[in-house]
């Protein structure tokens, strides 16, 4: 393939992306449904990809979401998934671990997901899921009251509903010990937006413990190697040059796919627009943007997709 950038993907581009391409890779919301709608064409791309004997994976930076959990709901609605299928941050925590040969226990900001999936591994969270509630009549926090735990030698941040201030001052007392290591599923600012609401990521979450902390994470999710290392680890036979990406942010997904070697397919159901995408191709140009950020490929949607790969059956069918 040339080395063109944001090339509208065809039908005369079709057969080279089934040929040179043995595994996709899939960012879900705003590529395979914008929740909590299944976007047109969505399950029956998975399950034509599989008939053709495409490995595919679905590669998220969302902390809620288990293996076990997720396979079990794209099951429910049509995708015969396996858990293995699923690369979410959870669990891309518990491998991390688990590569550098992690003994100790862990104070986890997240939610139940990370002690699911740490839990498989043999990993220990000992404090941080859950509420840890401060009396709605304080107007401080006397830190001599607070329990810290010795043998806490790993802070992790990810998405956490009950965040406040008292796990704040816990997360960033266990950072001031020099030998805690500190993860973070990922930076994004934003969750996917809702029609009525702003939803803050687990990036605001890190933000305010390094800030306190003044440490600095290795963060795991995308646009972060970890990411692919796992995959790597975990299937050694995927190969980044036979890999292609399929996603809907340039800062996350195409980034991702670009540095780790893979080839980058946006489509445009989602967060990013057309317009949006010029507009990066134009700062690029002018050296003010990451050229990585461009995609190889783009495309309106999965359906357009799916729809291309069906016409190519049908002539040699």
């Known amino acids: 393939m ?5 090339i509208r993907l065809n039908e005369i581009h079709i057969e080279s992306i089934l040929n040179d391409h043995d595994t996709f890779l899939f960012d879900c919301d705003g590529v395979l449904w914008c929740s909590p709608n299944i976007l047109p064409g969505a399950i029956e791309l998975l399950n034509c990809l599989t008939k053709l ?11 809620l979401k288990t293996q076990r959990g ?53 990993f220990h969270i000992s404090d941080g899921i859950g509420p ?8 401080w926090i006397e830190t001599n009251t607070i329990k810290f ?17 008292l796990k704040i001052i816990k997360a960033a007392t266990y950072l001031s010990r020099p030998n805690v290591l500190f993860l973070a599923t990922n930076d994004d600012v934003t969750t996917p937006q809702t029609d009525i609401a702003i939803l803050p990521g687990e990036g605001t979450i890190l933000a305010s413990i390094v800030a306190a902390s ?44 670009n540095r780790q070697g893979l080839t980058s397919l946006l489509v445009f159901s989602g967060a ?16 003010t943007a990451d ?27």
Not at 83 to 95: L, M, R
Not at 245 to 255: A, N
Not at 295 to 304: A, E, G, R, S, Y
């Open 2 to 6: 040339s080395n063109s950038v944001c």
């Open 53 to 63: 004997g495409k490995r595919v994976f679905f590669v998220t930076n969302n902390s």
């Open 70 to 122: 997720f396979s079990q709901w794209l099951n429910e609605i049509g995708y015969q998934a396996k858990p293995e299928q699923i690369i979410c941050t959870a669990w891309i925590t518990a491998q991390y671990l688990k590569s550098i040969n992690f003994k100790g226990h862990c104070y986890c900001i997240g939610m139940q997901s990370m002690v699911e999936e740490l839990g498989r591994e043999g």
């Open 132 to 139: 840890d509630p401060v009396p709605p009549e304080a107007d």
């Open 149 to 165: 735990d010795d043998n806490i030698n790993c802070v992790i941040s990810a998405f956490d509903i009950h965040i406040n201030y």
């Open 214 to 257: 003044g440490r600095s994470p290795t963060i795991l999710g995308k646009p972060r190697a970890p990411m692919f290392e796992s995959i790597r680890l975990a299937f050694p036979d995927v190969k980044p040059n036979r890999s292609i990406m399929v996603g809907d942010r340039l800062e996350t997904d195409i980034l991702f796919g």
């Open 272 to 287: 990013t627009s057309e317009k949006k995408l010029d507009t990066i191709k134009q700062a690029v140009g002018k050296n």
């Open 291 to 317: 050229k990585d950020l461009l995609p190889k490929f783009c495309i309106k949607d999965v359906n357009h997709l799916l729809q291309l790969i069906q016409s190519r059956e049908k002539t040699y069918s």
